[in-house]
């Protein structure tokens, strides 16, 4: 049975930044250091790895990051696309983020753009 991980580039789109960012995290959060970046469950070759159902672990690491970008940022424009539509479906901002959550946690293969797109074709349908 084949195991799947999220590389960085995968970890990065998740989380809404580049892969870029991730490997900065990485090392200017090292393990045993203050707010350390959440560990690979996997390394090959140098390469990290991560199971696909610690998503949510890494959006909370990257939610409490100090100063400049905590809270997230701006979300990416598929997402703010969706938001708009989940308001006009009656969501709040945090209703509508909790029901991307849980999309993603049932299908740990499809990515928050993903998961918005998935959304928004079924309420336009």
Known sequence: MTVHYLGVLRVAEE?????????????????????????????????????????AELRRWREGLPGRGAGGGRPSASQQEYLQEAGAHGLSTNEALRLIDALIEQSPQMTRAGACAWMLGHWRA
Request: glycine content about 12%; cysteine-free; proline content about 12%.
């Open 15 to 55: 989380l809404g930044v580049t892969r870029h960012a991730v490997h900065k995290w990485r090392s200017r959060y090292p393990a045993g250091g203050e707010h350390a970046f959440p560990e690979p469950d996997v390394e090959i070759d140098g390469i990290p790895g991560w199971r696909p159902e610690r998503v």
